[in-house]
């Protein structure tokens, strides 16, 4: 029995009706282009990432193995507009300055660091979500006690303000005691410029950044945009942002921070585990928000 459409590739389609890929691109960038451009960027994300130490003329060259008539100007491009030149990084050198920007780039306070409490660490972290002709993009915070996702927006824009909104609904959620929260992120310019760095500063949030090649050292954020991409995006399609937001929005604050189980929180939800937490430690968070709010 023949599987629906849906169910083949591109290239088994091509296989069955017996025209090459190239040519099937060809037509498809005729008649959808908007379609086809999306589909182009999904792929070049996807070999960006497994593939992070190809430029973009080895990238093209991999795309044009894949049946698509493709230029490096293009590719280039592309990879501009998605933010993708800063997955090929050198090895770490001390530096206090990211080469993508002119920030300033502050030491990893994260690492090693034992977390006994809520709002003692919170990690951020961007991703992309493919929507029917774009893409959008989702900030999240968790605090990395409890997993909880605390913040989060998404928009179709990589501007400051993505990560500035996920920021402000985080601490509007929890109210912080200043002097006492560590903020960790990646070196990206959303993190590291000087809107985002003068709203932790004004709530007394020490800022932290990764180690440059260091994915491990925000594991806690990868964790959650792994589970987010297997359980909620992978497979779905999204009409347009307002569709994404709202089904990664339940997904957020109904299934992942209620429902979810983790292994690391003995098989607990992030809020169902918040709510075992010692009636001092809890407490001593609000005493803290009261104080702060004066």
Same mark, same amino acid.
């Given at each position: 029995m023949t599987p629906p459409r849906g169910a083949l590739s591109s290239e088994r389609m091509c296989t069955l009706m017996g025209v090459s890929r190239a040519s099937y691109?060809?037509?498809?960038?005729?008649?959808?282009?908007?379609?086809?451009?999306?589909? !182009? #960027?999904?792929? *070049?994300?996807?070999l960006a990432v497994s593939h992070r130490h190809y430029g973009y003329r080895r990238l093209t060259e991999l795309l044009r193995r894949d049946g698509w008539a493709i230029?490096?100007?293009?590719? &280039?491009?592309?990879?501009?507009?998605?933010? *993708?030149?800063?997955v090929r990084r050198a090895a770490f050198v001390p530096a206090t300055t990211d080469s993508g920007h002119d920030w300033r780039v502050v030491p990893n306070l994260a690492r090693g660091m034992q977390v006994t409490g809520l709002d003692q660490l919170w990690v951020a972290d961007i991703t992309y979500v493919r929507l029917l002709e774009e893409?959008?993009?989702?900030?999240?915070? *968790? +605090? =990395?006690?409890?997993?909880?996702?605390?913040?989060? =927006?998404?928009?179709?824009?990589?501007?400051?303000? &993505?990560?500035?909104?996920?920021?402000?609904?985080?601490?509007? =959620? #929890?109210?912080?005691a200043p002097g006492q929260l560590i903020h960790h992120s990646d070196r990206g310019v959303q993190y590291a410029c000087v809107e985002y760095s003068a709203l932790l500063e004004a709530h007394g949030i020490q800022p932290s950044m990764s180690r440059i090649g260091s994915p491990y050292d925000n594991a806690r954020a990868e964790s959650f945009m792994s589970t987010l991409k297997r359980e909620e995006? +992978?497979?779905?399609?999204? #009409? +347009?942002?307002?569709?994404? #937001?709202?089904?990664?929005?339940?997904?957020?604050d109904v299934v992942y921070n209620r429902q979810r189980l983790?292994?690391?929180?003995?098989?607990?939800?992030?809020?169902?585990?918040?709510?075992? !937490?010692?009636?001092?430690?809890?407490?001593g968070r609000t005493e803290h928000a009261v104080h702060h709010a004066y």
């Open positions: 691109y060809r037509h498809w960038r005729q008649v959808a282009p908007r379609r086809e451009e999306t589909e !182009l #960027r999904d792929v *070049l994300q996807r230029n490096h100007k293009r590719v &280039l491009r592309l990879m501009r507009t998605d933010n *993708l030149l800063c893409f959008a993009f989702l900030a999240v915070v *968790l +605090d =990395a006690f409890s997993r909880r996702v605390v913040g989060w =927006a998404l928009e179709r824009h990589l501007r400051a303000a &993505l990560a500035v909104a996920a920021l402000r609904m985080a601490l509007a =959620a #929890r109210r912080p995006v +992978d497979g779905r399609e999204y #009409r +347009d942002a307002a569709h994404a #937001r709202r089904s990664i929005g339940t997904f957020i983790h292994s690391a929180l003995s098989y607990l939800a992030p809020v169902e585990f918040e709510a075992t !937490l010692s009636p001092l430690i809890l407490l």
